[in-house]
């Protein structure tokens, strides 16, 4: 019994909306003929021909070409879940493609967004229970719902988008879904992608031996792109970009400029730096009757939401009637190569480099690199050139390098990652047999052994790798498994509150503002905040500082901090709090009396230290440097640390790489608090010869000598 795309049809040109009986408004009407142009509306009849045959099946189409905001709509019609009071799920990688869509498909569909459709990310829900029957949702989202219902019993439908992104969650999801639909007869299952290697999940689906699953795929409209490499590999791939987008402007047809940064302050910057070089030559007389009006708009996963939106308007109107056209440029990270299409963009300006996750297993050490970019990324970029007429891609390096260096794909984030959340994720579903797990790509064992230690130092995991009572609560945040132990552990050192604080701040982005043109004055101002002791406590005075004064709206402003980050971190402390309080952790604050400021700020540091024990650093006076703990890695302070002094230990939340290995967010701290707060970690005497065990063995005399104090007063 399959759908009738005709019927289908009839019923968005009949002027009553099918899912609440309303009828449609003009607005619904001028979007459903632009709908009409996508590929994919093309062949609802196709889709609907595989989707109501089969309980798994595989879509693959262009991107642009309508798979995210159509297929899911399809489905409804096809699925009818607002009947019998189920969801159907989109996945996508990125918050900010979940968001972008559900925001478009609820104008598509005449809904209100939050309504009939939704979307689901972390620290944000905007569903409404018994309403929302079409959710956009990230893929670690619906992995967080499995936890708590193996049987992902409110979905009907489950859409897998972005699949060929290879996210960590997304192959988690693979294989659990695999399982679940043995399970579950009534649940279906669509695999889209854009570019992908078909035959590799057709197989991983099958059910049966040497089967395939279903496959659609459909032929994207676009038009030819002129690829242009650089003689030389360019030094300055920022400046290069900058100055390839103002030749585009001078002297190419009019066309929209989609340039590919790698991440939020390179962005911000060449925004800035295009827009000043646009003014400079209009300022010039004889320049300004030649050269159009040009709008520059930065694209990256934390950008409010308006500002976001702001990307599909149209580029600007010629400042004089007949003058020359206006361009728009868009300068965004990854996010623009396939998670988001805009429209009218003619002009491709790739660097070749993206921001990516590596991960060290021998080292533990994950870290954001700026890398060079797959040839399949170089190709599905400059795609992006030809949707609307033929395009031109700049490629700012040799062809050389296209075909010799670049390799042919990204490899899986699984292979890429610490896994330290997701193996605490598979322990709670209970995936007890973490190497036979049918992952579509086996993660290094290495990096399973990496993740299992943790958490069993941690004390998630006990000594047969079973969950214990610790690790389920500590499931129960959507936070890295070391923030959520001292979530749970900090009341004991009687400062919940000011750690649920910390904790917030570091989930959330970051609150110091530090603008090119101000650096003195913001570093100045950070200065003025800072506390002894470390960055951790300088994130919590600026924020108690923040909601001291939040009568005074320049506050944040004066003071070079994020208002709506830290809005934002309020927002996650709250919800933390609710989760806190579900589980019975009381939030207290011991200290309130300035005199014992002292031991509050030892306390803390105290309590980061039950998750952080790991990432603990030496100052090794030799190497002139700080050696992480049992991995020797020679890391220095990252520049925006305030902490003075050069202290012996260290704790510190992040390790940079960049030409030199850093760390971020640093506090110091005793060696005997190590001894205490984390002993099986520390038990010394297991530990290789060396500095590091030395300097540990003199601290423990003195621990032992010392007079035992409970922590908690
Ligand atoms: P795919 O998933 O196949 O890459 P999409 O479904 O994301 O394609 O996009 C289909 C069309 O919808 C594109 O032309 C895109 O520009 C348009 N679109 C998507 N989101 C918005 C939005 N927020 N505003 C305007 N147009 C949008
Ligand atoms: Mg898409």
Avoid at 263 to 289: P, R, V
Avoid at 344 to 360: A, E
Wanted: charged share 25%.
């Amino acid at each position: 019994n399959v759908t009738d795309a005709q019927d289908v049809r009839l019923s968005l040109d009949g002027g009553i909306n099918y899912f609440n009986g309303r009828p449609y408004s003009e607005r619904f009407k001028k979007i459903l003929a632009k709908r009409k142009e996508l590929a994919v509306y093309d062949r609802m009849a196709a889709f609907f021909e595989m989707y109501d045959r089969t309980q798994v099946c595989l879509y693959v189409g262009e991107t642009g070409s309508g798979k995210t905001t159509q297929i899911p709509q399809f489905v409804c019609y096809s699925d009818q879940p607002h009947l019998k009071g189920m969801i159907v799920a989109c996945t996508q990688p990125r918050r900010i493609a979940a968001t972008s869509v559900a925001k478009r498909v609820a104008e598509e569909m005449d809904v209100t967004l939050g309504k009939e459709v939704g979307y689901s990310i972390r620290f944000e829900d905007m569903t409404t229970p018994d309403c929302t029957f079409l959710k956009y949702m990230t893929d670690g989202m619906l992995l967080r719902e499995a936890m708590a219902d193996p049987t992902l019993s409110r979905y009907s439908t489950i859409i897998l988008d972005e699949v060929h992104e290879r996210t960590l969650a997304t192959d988690i999801l693979m294989a659990l879904l695999k399982q679940l639909i043995k399970k579950r007869a009534d649940l279906r299952l669509i695999i889209m992608s854009a570019t992908l290697d078909a035959r590799k999940f057709q197989t991983y689906f099958s059910l049966e031996e040497g089967a395939l699953v279903p496959l659609l795929k459909v032929p994207g409209r676009t038009h030819p792109v002129e690829v242009f490499y650089t003689e030389e590999a360019q030094e300055h791939y920022v400046e290069a970009a900058i100055r390839a987008v103002l030749t585009i402007h001078r002297f190419e047809i009019p066309g929209d400029i989609l340039v590919f940064l790698t991440g939020e302050e390179e962005i911000e910057d060449a925004c800035k730096k295009i827009q000043q070089e646009i003014e400079f030559l209009i300022s010039h007389k004889e320049m300004a009757s030649s050269i159009g009006p040009l709008i520059c708009l930065p694209l990256y996963s934390s950008l409010p939401p308006q500002q976001q939106q702001r990307i599909f308007d149209a580029p600007p109107a010629p400042r004089t009637h007949g003058g020359p056209p206006g361009r728009k440029v868009i300068v965004a990270t990854n996010i623009a190569e396939t998670s988001l299409t805009i429209d009218g963009i003619v002009y491709v300006v790739d660097p070749g480099f993206s921001k990516q996750k590596v991960y060290n297993p021998r080292i533990r050490v994950e870290s954001l690199i700026v890398t060079p970019i797959s040839q399949a990324s170089a190709r599905q970029r400059a795609g992006r050139a030809g949707r609307t007429r033929p395009g031109k891609c700049f490629r700012l390096y040799p062809e050389q390098v296209f075909t010799k260096e670049l390799e042919s794909q990204t490899p899986p984030e699984i292979l890429r990652s610490n896994l330290g959340s997701t193996v605490l994720e598979l322990a709670k579903l209970g995936i007890k047999d973490l190497v036979t797990f049918d992952y579509i790509d086996s993660p290094a064992p290495e990096t399973l052994m990496r993740a299992l230690e943790l958490l069993y130092h941690l004390g998630a995991l006990d000594t047969k790798f079973t969950l214990t009572p610790l690790g389920t609560v500590m499931a129960q945040f959507p936070l890295d498994p070391q923030y959520a132990k001292l979530l749970i552990e900090s009341p004991k050192f009687g400062c919940s509150r000011e750690v649920l604080t910390i904790v917030a701040l570091l989930s959330a982005p970051n609150v110091w503002m530090r603008p090119i043109h101000k650096q003195r004055e913001a570093d100045q101002a950070k200065w003025l905040l800072s506390i002894p002791g470390g960055d951790h406590l300088t994130l919590l005075n600026a924020y108690n500082q923040y909601r001291l004064n939040i009568r005074d709206p320049q506050w944040a402003w004066k003071n070079y901090l994020s208002k709506r980050n830290l809005a934002q971190a309020d927002n996650i402390r709250a919800q933390l709090q609710r989760i806190m309080e579900r589980n019975d952790i009381p939030i207290l604050s011991n200290f309130p009396d300035p005199k014992t400021e002292a031991q509050l700020h030892e306390n803390i540091r105290k309590a980061l230290l039950t998750g952080f024990f790991m990432q603990v650093a030496h100052w090794d006076i030799e190497k002139r440097a700080y050696l992480t703990v049992k991995d020797g890695q020679a890391v220095q302070l990252h520049p925006s640390s305030d902490l003075e002094g050069k202290p012996d230990w260290v704790m510190f939340n992040e390790f940079v790489l960049t030409t030199t290995p850093y760390i971020r967010t640093v506090s110091a701290v005793e060696p005997g608090w190590l001894l205490t707060e984390a002993p099986r970690f520390y038990d010394v005497s297991s530990w290789p010869e060396g500095t590091m065990r030395d300097a540990l063995q003199r601290a423990s005399k003195r621990v032992n000598r010392k007079p035992k104090r409970s922590a908690a007063t």
